[in-house]
């Protein structure tokens, strides 16, 4: 069964640097989502991607935040200057097109994000 | 107001019980619904989506109420297995964003 890959399943860097989470969707998708979690609270949207451009984010993806679709199957977050509150766990999600009466999404097993 | 809110329990449910769950959304332009599963430290799961009608999977039933703006799980026949939280997802026409509730914890004892 195809499945959404994340990569580094745990990240642990330093305030201010910057990191590249890295995303491989399902092959045929077209929709692509990042997500994040802080341990203990709900999960939150933070952009929607399709055709190559953001389509929607969230107030919590600012300037620091940007994401890419480098080649025809990776999609990565990059986080220029981390705080210590985007300690997360980030989730990638992708979705086909619109499928009966909704968007199901497939999310990948997430990279726990650890700021010090 | 939140956009999806749901009860955060935990529901403490015997296996073999029936066991409901519901979940209220804030904005009438809401066009899809979904229940996912969320394991202990893991990423939410697709169970089903919730679709006009109504539908089921199995031991499980989704229901959409868009008059009183809710929709519902009904879990029935428990499993140790179905222990995990409930999380309600609710995405706005016309939007490509998804609101995530907070979850309903279940623990299903044997």
């Known amino acids: 069964e195809p499945e959404v890959t994340q990569t580094p399943s745990h990240q642990v860097t330093q305030m201010g640097q910057e990191v590249i989470l890295r995303c491989v969707p399902i092959s045929n998708h077209l929709y692509f989502y990042w997500y994040r979690q802080i341990l203990g609270q709900k999960v939150e949207f933070l952009v929607s991607f399709y055709n190559n451009e953001i389509s929607e984010k969230s107030e919590i993806f600012d300037d620091q935040f940007s994401v890419e679709r480098p080649d025809g199957s990776n999609f990565t977050l990059k986080i220029r200057s981390t705080k210590l509150e985007d300690s997360a766990m980030y989730f990638c999600?992708?979705?086909?097109?619109?499928?009966?009466?909704?968007?199901?999404?497939?999310f990948g097993p997430g990279t726990r994000l650890t700021v010090t | 107001r939140k956009e999806v809110e749901q009860d955060p329990g935990p529901f403490n449910v015997p296996e073999g019980a029936t066991v409901a769950f519901n979940c209220t959304y804030s904005n009438s332009a809401s066009q899809s619904f979904f229940w996912y599963r969320q394991d202990c430290r893991k990423e939410p799961k697709l169970l089903m989506s919730?679709?006009?009608s109504g539908n089921e999977d199995g031991r499980f039933t989704a229901q959409l109420n868009r008059a009183s703006q809710y929709i519902s799980l009904l879990i029935r026949d428990s499993k140790l297995s179905d222990s995990a939280t409930y999380l309600c997802v609710v995405k706005i026409y016309n939007f490509n964003k998804f609101y995530f509730g907070s979850g309903t914890k279940l623990n299903v004892k044997p």
């Open positions: 999600a992708s979705s086909e097109a619109l499928q009966r009466e909704g968007y199901e999404q497939y």
């Open positions: 919730v679709y006009s």
